[in-house]
Nanobody, 124 residues
């Protein structure tokens, strides 16, 4: 049974930084994409960033490129999202997700496993 557990959310001011963590368990994730999505109130869940478990290749949404960095620690089965220069529009619940695939997938509906989410609130 795959489990993804996020942590690290909180309330910060614009310009601050946060690091989100996702603890992954239940299987080996070789061949998987590990991703972060976010969902603001009244909006659809949107792609933020993804990383391949084995090689570590990354891809980002344009809205976070240059500010956010996704990484993984395969020895600890952890995925991270370092968020710098946070803006009020980054306020959302952030979810960790995974999918076994050979290509980048930006659509939430294509992902097999999800965490429970962690709230990030950025005040202006």
């Amino acid at each position: 049974q795959v489990q993804l557990v996020e942590s690290g959310g909180g309330l910060v001011q614009a310009g601050d930084s946060l690091r989100l963590s996702c603890a992954a368990s239940g299987r080996t994730f070789s061949g998987y994409y590990m991703s972060w999505f976010r969902q603001a109130p009244g909006k659809e869940r949107e792609f933020v960033a993804t990383i391949t478990w084995t090689v570590g290749s990354t891809y980002y949404a344009d809205s976070v490129k240059g500010r956010f960095t996704i990484s993984r620690d395969t020895a600890k089965n952890m995925v991270y999202l370092q968020m710098n220069s946070l803006k009020p529009e980054d306020t959302a619940v952030y979810y960790c997700a995974s999918r076994r695939t050979v290509a980048v997938s930006l659509e939430a509906a294509r992902y097999d496993y999800w965490g429970q989410g962690t709230q990030v609130t950025v005040s202006s």
